[in-house]
């Protein structure tokens, strides 16, 4: 019976026989090295997944650098011409103020009427008084030779300022340059906007070019004669009879000019104001306003006041001034990021190494104020915004949602002396881009 058993028994030729696996050993390795493949094939497809979007993330970052730093020298291209138009007008009251510190008409009439008020004065009832005019004539005198001085020294350099027109051929040369000045801006921050510094693999700095809303770079100016600042040389002015730019520069000069001669004349003569017996300070100031009206007639068609490019339109499409005339776009690029897994992987966009960026000049309302201790409680308010004009140093930029209407043109543009891939958008209307943009 145990005999029988072990005829039975595991290792005899009969049909109950459990079978051996020798002849499978090594199919689950053969199975791990299709996994292997797989996983690895998905790991260097999410690498390159998360690699270019850290990468186009770092070059909008970049591209949003380079852009804003544009937009800040065009800015303080916009303020410089502000500050050298109030630096002209405040020449002109200068000069009117030294013709007459040079003439000393007002010194003479004043003196004259203090010697006619002292001969009427009884010296043993009067002592006190005429001690005063005295006083006061010794005073003039000092104000006159110490004004006198000055007007030797300054008065000649003025006059060549004014008759050579220095500060009008500086705001000339500020217009024509500052765009360059400000590509070269973006194109130092793009150039510092390296992958390396991004923590990202390989490449040279970054390639950026500004455009204006007309499909024309900074690079040069339009061939149309008009400024890339939206300003206008009155002297350019061929609309009838002056009346958009000639005719309100003159009357900018005028008043600014009268402006800062009253502000100089308040400062000079406050002692005469609050204690001369004579009409000193009133003398000065009727001479040195006619000295301002002569000096501004003197120069009826040369040192006036840049103005502000204005459009008749403006009224009835201000979103289109704005894009036409302070709107500015930034496209940006790197070079071709390695793949991981190139032999499997491959990026199709030639132009995914691009981006873009758009700017505005503006200027900013007025900040918004509270006050806890109003006569009827607290309150808010709004503080009074200065004109949008040439005589407000307040311009700055910004950057703004990407949506002018020229940016698909601009995209399928080459810039001038650059490598970008401009992309290939198949003939899209502004609409279909717009839905696309993600700016």
Not at 56 to 62: H, L, P, S, V
Request: charged share 20%.
């Amino acid at each position: 019976m145990f005999g029988r058993h072990s005829d039975c028994g595991i290792g005899s030729g009969l049909p109950g026989k459990v079978p051996s696996h020798a002849n499978r050993r090594g199919s689950i390795s053969i199975t791990s090295i299709f996994f292997v493949i797989f996983f690895a094939m998905l790991l260097g497809m999410v690498m390159n997944i998360g690699r270019h979007a850290n990468r186009k993330i770092a070059m909008q970052n970049g591209a949003d650098a380079a852009a804003y730093t544009g937009g800040v020298v065009l800015a303080r291209g916009m303020n410089t011409l502000v500050f050298t138009n109030h630096l002209l007008c405040d020449s002109f009251g200068v000069t009117a103020y030294l013709r007459e510190a040079r003439d000393r008409k007002a010194e003479a009439r004043a003196l004259a009427e203090l010697s006619a008020m002292a001969s009427r004065l009884n010296p043993q009832r009067d002592g006190k008084l005429l001690g005063r005019i005295r006083a006061e004539q010794n005073l003039i005198r000092v104000f006159g030779n110490r004004n006198a001085a000055i007007a030797n020294q300054l008065l000649p350099e003025f006059r060549s300022m004014l008759n050579s027109e220095k500060i009008p051929v500086f705001q000339r040369a500020l217009v024509d340059e500052t765009p360059r000045l400000a590509l070269n801006a973006a194109w130092e921050i793009g150039d510092r906007q390296n992958p390396a510094t991004a923590g990202l693999s390989g490449g040279s700095g970054m390639q950026t070019m500004l455009w204006r809303t007309d499909v024309t770079t900074l690079e040069f100016e339009p061939d149309t004669g008009i400024p890339t600042l939206p300003v206008m040389d009155p002297l350019l002015d061929e609309s009838e009879s002056g009346q958009q730019y000639f005719l309100p520069a003159i009357q900018q000069r005028s008043w600014l000019s009268s402006r800062y001669l009253r502000l100089l004349n308040r400062t000079m003569l406050r002692d005469f104001d609050r204690l001369a017996l004579s009409g000193f300070s009133t003398y000065w100031r009727t001479y040195t306003n006619g000295n301002l009206r002569d000096e501004l007639d003197s120069y009826p068609f040369s040192n006036l006041l840049f103005q502000l490019r204005d459009d008749p339109e403006m009224v009835l499409n201000p979103n289109g001034y704005i894009e036409r005339e302070l709107m500015f776009v930034s496209v940006s690029s790197w070079d071709s990021m390695p793949e991981r897994l190139p032999g499997l992987f491959a990026n199709p966009l030639d132009a995914d190494d691009l981006a873009y960026t758009q700017i505005r000049l503006f200027l900013p309302r007025g900040r918004l104020l509270y006050d806890p201790d109003g006569p009827l409680g607290p309150r808010v308010w709004r503080e009074s915004s200065l004109p949008r004009n040439l005589l407000n140093q307040g311009w700055t930029t910004q950057i703004v949602p990407a949506t002018s209407s020229s940016i698909p043109v601009i995209l399928e543009s080459s810039p001038f002396g650059s490598s970008i891939v401009a992309p290939n958008l198949g003939g899209i209307n502004v609409e279909e881009f717009r839905r696309l943009n993600t700016h």
